[in-house]
């Protein structure tokens, strides 16, 4: 997992992980948030219905 803030520069971080360009880790991170609001509102959507057939 990679935290969103760290002590360590990018450079480093995506030599180690083999992830290529430096700029990997902020695409990385962005993606994660695309995804977790998306997952929210799909679970929220999810709940919506299930009060709806209850």
């Known amino acids: 997992m990679i935290r969103e803030r760290?002590?360590?520069d990018n450079?480093?971080?995506?030599?180690r992980l083999h992830m290529g360009a430096r700029n990997?880790?902020?695409?990385i991170i962005r993606q994660a948030r695309e995804?977790?609001?998306?997952e929210r509102k799909v679970k929220q959507a999810a709940?919506?219905?299930?009060?709806?057939?209850?």
């Open 35 to 38: 995804l977790e609001k998306s």
């Open 24 to 27: 990997a880790v902020s695409r």
């Open 47 to 54: 709940r919506a219905l299930r009060k709806m057939f209850v």
């Open 6 to 8: 760290a002590l360590i």
């Open 11 to 15: 450079g480093w971080l995506t030599e």
